[in-house]
């Protein structure tokens, strides 16, 4: 390691030798760069018209895709405010589902006319431009909440409706209204209503893929499914691999008697048998102990056990004589937890205590193969608070597409179900806001209203990339959208399909207002912290000067000086 000395009025020289900087001036401008470049990046996949990337990752995985979050994170950046970026769009995706391309392009196109307005030299002019930006964004929000409409969440045909809208701008165009129609069945089944509010856990739709068929042929199932990734299915040769409408005893722990041999391993000890018979007895008596454990799972009427951890083999030879089967080895707290959402059964840790009341029920439990796994299907019928979405395809890439897009839905319905208001797509409420902001922006001067300006402009590119990447003159669009909000037609946006200028709530196009608030957040907030960044200090490259170095310093050390 090694440092250069320090100068009194310079602080930079204790810097590790080979860190790279970026300084003063260049440190905002590469930010808004990288940022802008990422904007042209996503313009051309926005909306259902958009176009898909294919990426190919450093392990030769091939992605295509028109999610925004996914481009981002099968992409490796070497600028740190690209990252920046990749994580506010995983934290959109991540709280709402949706909405990354459209913060990633408002995120470049602000930036870009923000800096453009100051001489990069002045930094201080940014922060102050940065806080009348705030004051900007506080109207566009207030502005977007008047422009919202309440949505009734149990509603199916709504919700199938804006589950279709997000499906089609992710190039799913097949089996569209199949697939919304599960996945709104799926959110409704698992979504739980404590007083007013309705919330969902997006963890409780499970979704798997099954390499075959078609998406035609995806099914939902009521209840939970197990993956099995082992050959641990349902344990005994002789217990039958389907049995229906049959109660559930889940036990959180193993089904096995505890004896003195085990007692003995534990402590370390040892044990003494005194003549084969004392074995024997000793023996008997740990299978009686095993049998009477089966015996007590009958007795209490269960006609299927879970197990999270083993079960003796003469306890499941007993359940197997029943016509019982058992799973053992669930080994996870979660899969626990999914079998008694699925039957509501209640994991008992002692067998002992097990009663009744703490069996679930369910319609069906299956041993199946999906995909390549072996599997125990879990089906709780009406009473289950847990679906399961078996997504089929013989397209690997459109699986794993249609994967993604179905678990964003869920993630934006549970946004959703928090604040269940819409508000009128394609661009029509970036265009509202735009024209709102516009006529604000008179009433103020100086920097707040420059800072006004440039959040109006940006926000219009969202309605021109969407006219754009659907073959329509951006500029004819912009004209005729323009006119209608200017009389007070703020639901006209641009309708893709029928390339014109429409009513977006008579065409279907409606977003959600979670997501068009937190799209609005994330891009104040990513924007102001990449503006106010004025030095970007890299260590990457430190540790390896540093081994140069010390390896220079050492072959200096041996080298041997022929004098002439
Ligand atoms: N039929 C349609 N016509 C016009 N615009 C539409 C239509 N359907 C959706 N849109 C608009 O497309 C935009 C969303 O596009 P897209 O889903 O590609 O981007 P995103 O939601 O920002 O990113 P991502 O879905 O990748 O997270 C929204 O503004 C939405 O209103
Ligand atoms: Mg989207």
Redesign the pocket.
């Known amino acids: 390691m090694s440092y250069r000395r320090a100068p009194p009025d310079s602080p930079y020289f204790i810097l590790r030798r080979g860190t790279a900087r970026e300084r003063g001036e260049e440190g905002p401008v590469s930010g808004v760069i990288v940022a802008r470049g990422l904007a042209n990046f996503m313009r051309p ?6 176009a898909s990337k294919l990426l190919v990752t450093e392990l030769k995985d091939v992605v295509v895709t ?6 981002l994170s099968s992409m490796s950046f070497s600028h740190p405010i690209a990252w920046i970026l990749q994580d506010a ?1 995983k934290s ?2 991540k709280s709402v ?7 990633i ?1 408002l995120i470049g196109e602000i930036a870009k006319r923000l800096s453009s307005l100051v001489s990069p030299k002045r930094k201080t002019q940014i922060c102050r431009l940065i806080h009348e930006c705030r004051f900007a964004y506080e109207l566009a929000l207030k502005r977007l909440r008047e422009l919202a409409s309440p949505l009734d969440f149990g509603h199916p045909e709504t919700m199938k409706r804006v589950a279709m ?2 499906l ?3 190039g799913i165009e097949v089996a569209v209204d199949h697939l919304a129609e599960l996945v709104v069945r799926a959110v409704l089944k698992v979504s739980k209503t404590i007083g007013n509010t309705v919330y969902i856990n997006p963890d409780d739709v499970q979704i798997l893929k099954q390499n075959i068929g078609s998406l035609y042929d995806s099914e939902l199932i009521l209840g939970a499914v197990i993956d099995r990734s082992s050959d641990r299915g349902i344990m005994h040769l002789l217990m039958p691999r389907s049995v229906r409408n049959v109660r559930v005893a889940l036990i959180d722990t193993a089904i096995k008697p505890t004896d003195k041999f085990v007692r003995m391993r534990i402590y370390r000890r040892e044990l003494i048998f005194h003549s084969p018979e004392h074995m024997r007895s000793m023996l008997d008596e740990h299978n009686e102990m095993a049998v009477e454990m089966a015996r007590r799972l009958i007795s209490i009427g269960a006609g299927a056990v879970f197990s999270r951890r083993p079960i003796h083999e003469v306890t499941a030879y007993e359940l197997a004589k029943a016509g019982i089967p058992a799973v053992e080895r669930l080994v996870s707290r979660k899969r626990v937890a999914l079998v008694a959402k699925a039957t509501g059964a209640r994991p008992v840790v002692k067998l002992s205590d097990m009663r009744g009341e703490d069996l679930g029920w369910a319609e069906l439990v299956e041993e199946r193969r999906i995909g390549n796994y072996q599997v125990i299907v879990v089906e709780g019928g009406e009473r289950s608070r847990v679906a399961t979405i078996i997504l089929r395809s013989s397209s690997e890439k459109l699986l794993d597409e249609a994967e993604h897009a179905l678990k ?1 839905i869920v993630t934006a319905f549970s946004a959703l179900a928090k604040t269940p208001a819409y508000v009128p ?6 265009e509202a806001i735009s024209f709102y902001l516009t006529k604000e922006a008179e009433k103020h001067e100086g920097w707040r209203q420059m800072a006004i300006y440039a959040l109006a402009s940006a926000l219009e590119q ?1 309605p021109i990339s ?1 006219a754009v990447n ?1 073959g329509m003159d951006p500029a004819e669009a912009l004209t005729e959208l323009r006119s209608k909000h200017a009389n007070s037609l703020h639901h006209y ?5 029928s390339r014109r200028v429409a009513d ?1 709530y008579e ?1 279907g ?3 959600l207002l979670p ?1 068009k608030e937190q ?1 609005l957040k994330t891009a104040y907030e990513v924007l102001a912290m990449i503006l106010r960044i004025d030095e970007i200090i890299d260590r990457r490259s430190a540790k390896r000067y540093a081994e140069d170095h010390v390896r220079e310093i050492r072959e200096k050390k041996y080298e041997v000086k022929i004098p002439d």
């Not at 028109?66 to 481009?71: E, I, L, S, Y």
């Not at 589902?97 to 913060?103: E, I, Q, R």
């Open positions: 996949a926005l909306g259902p018209d958009g028109r999610d925004g979050a996914r481009m769009a959109v995706e589902g949706d909405g990354t391309k459209t913060a392009i809208n997000i089609r701008a992710r964003d797509g394609g661009g029509a409420t970036e969202i969407l659907s946006g641009i309708d893709v399909y977006m065409a196009i409606i977003d997501v799209v």
